[in-house]
């Protein structure tokens, strides 16, 4: 079966760090782009930072130089670790699959939540 | 404010015919493809169409999709109920070395 899994969201406090996962599952992970896409509560949904299959790396403006975005193929694993996080970045976060490069993401996770608060 | 404008809201009851906009400008939809996203309530999104206007296998054809110019529209006919739910627009903004923009989303109910 297909499937994405994050881990790592939690509670943390303004300035701090948080590193996100994604472990995938049935497909051959090395050969895809990959996203994360954030929905605060009650919110829309807002891109954050892709990577794709080669390893170039595109941002969000307003994260830029604070998350980073990677991947692990040995491990099919996706990674964002977020810096200097602030009360704006509280939202879940979804990792996706985008198969043709083209930004539709055919296969979402089912999201961690980040909290930033003191 | 998200770069792409969507309806906050849109209605319809079973049977009938609804259509979602999604206006844009010429650095995103004006020349780049759109994509759409259902999210059922405490789901994560599924994607609905992609090119403008192709549907992901599985997808029934009740749902189609279009783009003219700056603008796209997703159309649902014979509406039912398990289509209530949000949904979204995406395309590539090639401004500030470029992004993903999504929709604010429209929120449909069946009546």
Redesign the interface.
């Known amino acids: 079966e297909v499937q994405l899994v994050e881990s790592g969201g939690g509670l943390v406090q303004p300035g701090g760090s948080l590193r996100l996962s994604c472990a995938a599952s049935g497909f051959t992970f090395s050969s895809y782009d990959m996203h994360w896409v954030r929905q605060a509560t009650g919110k829309g949904l807002e891109w954050v930072s892709e990577i794709g299959s080669a390893g170039d790396t595109y941002y969000l403006g307003s994260v830029k130089g604070r998350f980073t975005i990677s991947r692990e193929n040995a491990k099919n694993s996706l990674y964002l670790q977020m810096n200097s996080l602030r009360a704006g970045d509280t939202a879940v976060y979804y990792c996706a699959r985008d198969p043709w490069g083209s930004g539709a993401l055919d296969i979402w996770g089912q999201g961690t939540m980040v909290t930033v608060s003191s | 404010q998200?770069v792409l404008t969507q309806p906050p809201s849109a209605s319809g009851t079973p049977g009938q015919r609804v259509t979602i906009s999604c206006s844009g400008s010429s650095s995103n939809i004006g020349s780049n493809?759109v994509?759409w996203?259902q999210?059922l309530p405490g789901t994560?999104?599924?994607?609905l169409m992609?090119?403008n206007n192709q549907r992901?296998s599985g997808v029934p054809d009740r749902f189609s999709g279009s783009k003219s110019g700056t603008s796209a529209s997703l159309a649902i006919s014979g509406l039912q109920s398990e289509d209530e739910a949000?949904y979204?627009c995406?395309?590539?903004d090639e401004s500030?070395n470029?992004?993903?923009?999504?929709?604010?989303?429209t929120k449909l109910t069946v009546l």
């Not at chain 2, 994560?44 to 994607?47: F, G, Q, R, V």
């Not at chain 2, 470029?98 to 989303?105: D, K, S």
């Open positions: 998200s493809t994509n996203y999210q994560a999104p599924k994607l992609y090119s992901p949000d979204y995406a395309a590539w500030l470029g992004f993903w923009v999504f929709g604010g989303g």
